[in-house]
């Protein structure tokens, strides 16, 4: 698709405690989103701005199919803020008379439900420890890999890096951040967590997410700070995160992780194309 200033395609502007995206409905339309497109919107001053752009579109087994962007253009394989707010708002739009939605990504097919007082649940599936399946270059133990300061690896559909620190404030994560998401132990890149242990089963982190920079928010990483808490038994349940502007949690199931936390809706628009 070319783009330019006759085209007016329409988007969705989400956040889910932040962490924001541009959506496009794919279901009529067919497909409209193109690398050219992602980098474009992306910028913040000349664009819409966002940290993930997410195409909707429909799927023969799952009621609809999301496939996420970041805003560098690269293909993020999984994005959890992301899914839970386009669940809300699909939720929202059938009514409540449908108790699960099916989600089909590049991570697998997830599931979520209304959990009320405006939380929406999903399941992220399984997390991923084994050293290929993150992946990482060469076979290690993913508890802590040799890197300074002996971070924990997890895939939760794309890579995590996860830090336990005494205080998550004191990292310059500007600076931080893409020394550890172009690390060569990962050879597609890595989102990188900051934690704090602040109370039980009360964890504070920042996020550096690899295609985007420092994010306010990340469900994946939140999900995989969680996952690797428990392997490291820094917490014993369910976990409360706090995140730069509002608290996700995350759940270890036999069934999945499951988060839960706030959605928003923000604006409708149209993309005009560049000029």
Not at 89 to 99: F, M, V
Not at 234 to 262: F, N, Q, S, Y
Request: proline residues 5%.
């Amino acid at each position: 698709m070319v783009e330019n200033a006759g085209n007016k395609l329409p988007f969705m502007k989400m956040h889910g405690l932040g962490n924001d995206f541009v959506v496009f409905d794919e279901r009529e339309s067919g497909p409209v989103v193109t690398q050219a497109l992602v980098i474009a919107m992306a910028d913040r001053h000349m664009g819409v701005g966002y940290d993930q752009l997410v195409a909707i579109r429909n799927h023969d087994t799952a009621d609809i199919e999301l496939v996420f962007w970041n805003a560098d253009g690269s293909i993020a394989g999984a994005c959890g803020n992301a899914t839970r707010c386009i669940a809300g708002w699909e939720l929202a739009r059938t009514g409540t008379g449908k108790a699960v939605l099916s989600i089909r990504t590049e991570r697998g097919l997830l599931e979520a439900v209304d959990a009320g007082h405006g939380d929406i649940e999903v399941n992220m599936g399984q997390p991923m420890i084994d050293w290929h399946k993150v992946p990482l270059a060469r076979e290690m133990d993913t508890l802590e890999l040799p890197i300074e300061g002996k971070p924990t690896a997890t895939s939760m559909g794309n890579p995590h890096c996860t830090f336990f620190v005494d205080d998550v404030d004191a990292i310059n994560l500007e600076a931080f951040g893409p020394t550890i998401e172009h690390h060569p132990l990962f050879p597609e890149r890595t989102n990188v967590q900051i934690a704090q242990i602040t109370g039980p089963n009360q964890i504070r982190m920042r996020v550096w997410e690899r295609g985007v920079g420092i994010t306010l928010a990340s469900g994946s990483s939140s999900c995989a700070v969680a996952v690797a808490a428990m392997r490291r038994g820094l917490i014993d349940g369910p976990a409360t995160l706090t995140l730069d502007v509002g608290e996700i949690r995350i759940t270890l199931l036999p069934t999945g992780v499951h988060m839960t936390g706030k959605w928003a809706h923000v604006f409708d628009g149209h993309w005009r194309g560049i000029r």
